[in-house]
């Protein structure tokens, strides 16, 4: 089992995004991080909370990256561009970070009874650290098909130039 697990999540980083349309529960859950993170990255805490047990700085540090994280990957889903993936890399390195410090939040409060919310977002953060690597696979393979490309309109245009220079046979005869 351990092994297939493995195989799994090897797999799953070496192969390239799908890209369109994403899937509407992940921007669901981008949309609902950039609400809750606004209020966060200014200091406002729900009374009763995790983040109202952590110093104002680490939570507005959290809610930056939290809200921005979940922003800049909803800006990249949008742009069908190389900047958008970009754009949707960062994002997601910042929102994984955001759930991840969260998580272990989470735990070091609250510790056993916090772990179905811990899991749900530890889930989240991998879920984006994921993301990530997909990403850059699939940057990787996009850059090696225009590479492909490009070699092929230069022998193209290579044996075009050949033809121009050689002597028409034709005329010849």
């Given at each position: 089992m351990p092994m297939r697990l493995f195989r799994f999540v090897t797999r799953s980083v070496r192969v390239p995004a799908v890209r369109y349309p994403p899937d509407p529960r992940a921007l669901f859950m981008l949309i609902l991080c950039v609400v809750v993170g606004v209020p966060l990255s200014m200091g406002?805490?729900?009374p009763g909370s995790i983040a109202d047990q952590m110093e104002t700085p680490y939570i507005i540090a959290w809610g930056i990256m939290l809200s921005g994280g979940?922003?800049?990957t909803l800006v990249g889903t949008a742009r069908q561009t190389v900047?958008?993936?970009?754009?949707e890399q960062v994002g997601?390195?910042?929102l994984g970070f955001a759930c991840l410090i969260y998580a272990g939040a989470i735990w070091g409060h609250?510790?056993?009874?916090g772990t179905v919310p811990m899991g749900i977002v530890c889930g989240l953060g991998l879920a984006s650290g994921l993301r990530y690597f997909q990403l850059r696979a699939y940057l990787r393979d996009v850059e090696q098909l225009a590479h492909e490309i490009q070699l092929?309109?230069?022998r193209e245009h290579r044996a075009d130039e050949l033809r121009e220079r050689l002597p028409d046979e034709?005329?010849?005869?």
């Amino acid at each position: 089992m351990p092994m297939r697990l493995f195989r799994f999540v090897t797999r799953s980083v070496r192969v390239p995004a799908v890209r369109y349309p994403p899937d509407p529960r992940a921007l669901f859950m981008l949309i609902l991080c950039v609400v809750v993170g606004v209020p966060l990255s200014m200091g406002n805490v729900t009374p009763g909370s995790i983040a109202d047990q952590m110093e104002t700085p680490y939570i507005i540090a959290w809610g930056i990256m939290l809200s921005g994280g979940a922003l800049l990957t909803l800006v990249g889903t949008a742009r069908q561009t190389v900047n958008g993936v970009i754009t949707e890399q960062v994002g997601s390195v910042a929102l994984g970070f955001a759930c991840l410090i969260y998580a272990g939040a989470i735990w070091g409060h609250v510790r056993w009874s916090g772990t179905v919310p811990m899991g749900i977002v530890c889930g989240l953060g991998l879920a984006s650290g994921l993301r990530y690597f997909q990403l850059r696979a699939y940057l990787r393979d996009v850059e090696q098909l225009a590479h492909e490309i490009q070699l092929a309109e230069a022998r193209e245009h290579r044996a075009d130039e050949l033809r121009e220079r050689l002597p028409d046979e034709r005329d010849e005869s």
